[in-house]
C-alpha cells in the first residue's frame, strides 16, 4: 500500500504524484523509542569539556587562614577548601564522554515513526522544484506556499545548487539533505517540504558498494581545491 502525495510547483499548482511507501509513512510511532534516540543524539551533541578545580588543584592555601585557637571562629586548615571564597570544588565536574550506543535499527525506527506521524497529519509536502536560480525571495515564497507555521524543515538534493544557494542563509527555516534526516530535526519542525529530488533520492536509500561516490555541491568546489586533486590523482 502506497500514499500518494501531490508535487506542487512554485505557483501551487499541481504537476504530479509521488506514491510514498506505507513501511516508511505510516509505521507505529514508537514515542519511548523516539525519546530514547533523540535523547541519545542531543547527548552525543554535547562537549564534554567543562571542568572544575577541586582544592588541590586551586592556586595558594598552603598556608593556615588563622590560627587554630582563640579567634572564637571554627577552625580551617586552608584557605581553598570548598566551603571558603575562592577555594576548589567539591565534587568538581570532569571531562567525560555523554554519547551513548544507540542500534542502527533503532534509529531507522524512530525515523520511520515521526515520519509516519508527519504524514498522517498532512504536515509532508512536495515541491517540484525550490527556484532555477539563485534568488532567496523566489524559494522562500516556494517554499512557505504550504505553511506559515514557524519551524520547517526543507530537505534538497545536494545537486540542487540553486537552492542550497538561496536557502542556506535563510533563518526561518532549517535545511537539510535526505541522508541527513534524523528523528530529532523532524519533530522540531512543524512541516517538511521535499525537492521531487530530494524524495526520490530519500526513497531510494543510500548509494552501495562500487556505486557509492562523495558528492559535492558546486558551492563547497574551489580552483584551488579542484587543481590539489588533480595533483594528487597524477602523482
Sequence with gaps: MALTVDIKNAEGKSVGSVDLPAEIFDAQTNIPL?????TAQLAA??????????????????????????TGRARQGSSRSPNQIGGGVAHAVRPRKYDQRTPKKMIAAALRGVLSDRQRNDRIHILDSVTAAPSTKAALAAVRQFSDRKNLLVVVSRNEDAAWRSLRNADDLHLLVPDQLNAYDILKSDDMVFSESAIKDFLAGPAKGKSATAVARESEL??????????????
Excluded at 523516539?34 to 533523540?38: A, G, L, R, S, T
Excluded at 551533541?45 to 582563640?70: D, H, L, Y
Excluded at 574551489?222 to 602523482?235: M, P, W, Y
Aim: charged share 30%.
Design 45 to 70: 551533541a554535547r562537549q564534554g569539556t567543562q571542568k572544575a578545580k577541586t582544592r588541590g588543584e586551586v592556586s595558594g592555601g598552603g598556608k593556615k587562614p588563622f590560627k587554630q585557637k582563640g
Design 34 to 38: 523516539i525519546h530514547q534516540v533523540v
Design 222 to 235: 574551489t580552483l584551488g581545491s579542484t587543481e590539489e586533486i588533480e595533483e594528487e590523482v597524477s602523482a
